[in-house]
């Protein structure tokens, strides 16, 4: 319910997201940081608004008193506004005049859709069989022994396929313009709905925006209009299809055609109140991250004690590939392997629910209050000065790294552990591009024949020689003139 406090907290967030909007100009779509914030206003301040409004829906709400709510929404608020003072005021720059001879840089440009397509078409098709991407498991059951869980294909498909269809879209985009927006992001959305995962859907469309906006296509308001509808009408029928057929018919090992006779069902009793009313229990519950936070915060007040650094270091050794330390799951206890399951045990909760931490709900059991005003503290200067250096130009691997930044906002309900995992997969392809690229520099010092292949001139940034899709034209779109009217720094 909306209390005095509550009130109070959403009053510091809105004020918070309002002086980043002026710091950035307004700028959104290119700034992961800005996107985390907003994330972040979404699981403490927007959900305390639609728990207000549609009461007893949350089962989370079971667990904790609104007197706790209160007292945790105003110190989650406070944190809030130290990220984003911390974090205008690294990213905030006057205003710069682009210069005519800036030197022309290709961005996502300069990629092979062949090559996109080559990378995720495995990992779709796997997800579609029940081999590739599937559905997070509560602490206790991601501990089980479920072989269809397992392998190489489901931690590729687990970490890339929604990036790589990101980027592949966002390619088109650029190529092609916005005209193509609506069309591309329904395909999108269309293949990853095989998942059956609500997030993969939102994650993807968002990360398309994302690296197209880095090349100045951006939607117009209609259009992104549209897209809310569309990406929300996928996101529905996912929750309808669960209701209708259950959740298991998105377990590992269950195969496209079962899933996609789901997904049909669930589409055809999409307007039944049962679909309804499963659809509204899921947006109500699914974005309460305060109760984990206010949980640990209640228990640090009574006899709980903080957690220290030791979940960070636990973090830090999962974060190495199984290739390299095969034995990293087998010889750890769950509480070594998953950062919610120790804090849970540290401070009585259940390991049998599937919380949000969130990263600052998390932060918390660190230290408590002071440690998560550190954590805050930190996490925007981190932010903001890596995303200074992605924004400093628009070379490709500079993009890529952008739009994994974007992934790690997005995935800001799900804790730091998550967070640590998804920068793994940024910084491998960015690595790739990097060394891709100096060696293709090493040729041509040589003075070797022009044999840049196509990942090479990935790497690199360089346009298709000739036959390929995209031309020197600027893409046919609006959003053209701002990224003449724009700099490339941030």
Known sequence: MLTVSVAIGLAIQVTSVVMVHLAIRGDWMRRPGALMLLVAVLFHGVTEVM????????????????????????????AIAVYACT???????PRVRPTSHAKPEAGLEGLRLPWLLLLVAPLLVATWQGKGAVQPLAPVNAGADIPERGGVLVDLAGEFLVPVMAILAAVVLVRWGTRWMLPVLVVESALLAMAGTRAMIVFAAVLTLVGAALHGVRPSRKQFAMLMVMVAAFTALISSTRAVAGREVFDAGQGGGQRLEALIDGAWELHTAKSREAILDDVVYRFDGNVFGALVYDSLRGSGQPVGLATVGNNLAMLVPSVVAPGK???????????????????????HVDWLPTILGTGVAYYGPFGLILVALLLGLGVGFTERFALGSRNTTRVVLTIGLGQCALLYGSGPQTVITTLRMVVAIAVLMFVVAWLSQRRTAKGGSDLVGPLQRMAVGQRPRSGGLHSDRRPRSGGARHAEARPATP
């Open 51 to 78: 728990q207000s409004l549609w009461p007893g829906r949350n089962f989370f709400r079971t667990y904790v008193g609104q007197e706790v709510i209160d007292d945790w929404v105003l110190l989650v608020s406070g």
């Open 87 to 93: 974090y205008a005021l690294v990213v905030r720059q």
């Open 329 to 351: 799951v087998g010889g750890r206890s769950l509480e070594q392997r998953s950062e919610e399951a120790y804090i849970d045990k540290a401070h009585g909760l259940s390991q």
